[in-house]
């Protein structure tokens, strides 16, 4: 199929990928994985929205990656300076950030693929988080100065982002069942300034 004939089969309510031709369908997402993709997509939401720093997308919304690709993230963020990417059907090129959540069909192309493509492409920073039950792993990747992923430190629980200043997250909070939004956001802008910001 080809990229214009896959805009066509598509419809709004469609989640798939488009990738050198073939395109990858995917199931509804379980419970688990909705859990951690709400809190980390309003997390992220609230964040950015405090400090003006550009807009998080949630999935399913096209990421236009490369003309042989064609991709679907769970959640991205792109910076105010790259606002112009982003149009109401798609972004085209590389976000700033992209975050993917694992699940059973999943773990190849999160971990394989669209880590190949994130990196050849420049997106600065990608999240991985498996949080299936007996998995409960996160990898964080930055670009570095030649182009190629490295993981970032996740020093006492906490992983320190490159793509958003300022921004922290404490890894725990990914495996909480019921996560805490306002807990979450507290602590990490400090809750004298959130109230000051509110």
Known sequence: MTYEEFLTWSGEDTHAEW???EVIEFMPPKLPHQTVASFLTNLLSLFVELYKLGRIVPAPFEVRLSDRSSREPDIFFVSTSRLGHLTEERMNGAPDLVVEVVSRDSVQRDHEDKYDEYEAVGVREYWIIDNRPRRLRAEFYALDEAGAF???????????????PGFWLRVDWLWEDNPSLLRALAEIVGRDRLTALL
């Open 150 to 164: 490295q993981p970032l430190p996740v020093v006492d629980g906490v992983v320190r982002s490159q793509g958003l």
């Open 19 to 21: 990738v050198d031709g």
